[in-house]
């Protein structure tokens, strides 16, 4: 089955640095790509919709400024947490739209520890 | 905004099948049923999915009411390793995934 790969799968940063987390797609073309976000004992946040080649769409409430993301090729999709502070500290998951059967492949996550 | 309802937990003995119900009477004519399960700190599983017939595949079988107003997936024989959270979500193939609070099963020897 379709695979979805993100790395790091962990990163302890200081407070005040910035993050990239990629998201790939292995083994077919995701034209979208979805980014969310996890706190502790709580459900899957959805934080921004990634479109190949144009600018991704932000849910209510999650700032487009310090949740960086890009989507520059069909395969790849970043996500870069700018000037991170404790209270980013999370699980971030991406996940991608198969092509045939329509279900959505989720990446392994991404925990964030921002000391 | 979900738009699905589920138990916040269950409890199920080893071997037996578990029966995970969802509501979901606001489901609209395009909207596919979708399970999905997470395990402790990794990513969320894909299970199966349906529009209005039911499904099976080699992880489950998803009976969908007639009225598509609710939902149940079977897992027929549990084993401890299903013991995760199962999310309940309707979607268009057109639009994103927004998870609810989901049902934490527990299977227990």
């Known amino acids: 089955g379709a695979v979805v790969s993100q790395h790091p799968s962990w990163v302890i940063c200081k407070s005040g640095t910035s993050v990239k987390i990629e998201c790939r797609s292995l083994d077919f073309q995701a034209t979208t790509m979805f980014w969310y976000r996890q706190f502790p004992k709580q459900s899957l946040m959805l934080m921004a919709t990634s479109n190949e080649g144009s600018k991704a769409t932000y849910e209510q409430g999650v700032e487009k400024d310090k949740f960086l993301i890009n989507h520059a090729s069909l395969t790849l999709s970043t996500l870069t947490v700018t000037s991170a502070h404790p209270e980013d500290s999370s699980f971030y998951i991406c996940?991608?739209?198969?092509?045939?059967?329509?279900?959505?492949?989720f990446g392994e996550g991404s925990r964030l520890t921002v000391l | 905004d979900a738009k699905t309802t589920q138990p916040p937990s269950m409890d199920c003995a080893e071997g037996r099948a578990a029966n995970l119900p969802c509501n979901h009477s606001?489901?609209?004519?395009?909207?596919?049923v979708y399970w999905y399960r997470q395990i402790h700190s990794q990513g969320p599983q894909y299970i199966i999915h349906?529009?209005?017939n039911n499904e099976t595949n080699e992880m489950a079988s998803l009976i969908i009411t007639e009225d598509r107003k609710s939902s149940t997936l079977i897992l027929p024989h549990a084993t401890l390793r299903d013991t995760a959270v199962y999310y309940c979500?309707?979607?268009?193939?057109?639009?994103?995934?927004?998870f609810g609070a989901g049902t934490r099963l527990t299977v227990k020897p």
């Open positions: 606001t489901i609209s004519g395009n909207e596919y």
């Open positions: 349906g529009l209005k």
């Open positions: 979500i309707v979607r268009n193939n057109n639009n994103d995934m927004r």
């Open positions: 996940s991608a739209t198969g092509t045939v059967t329509g279900e959505l492949f």
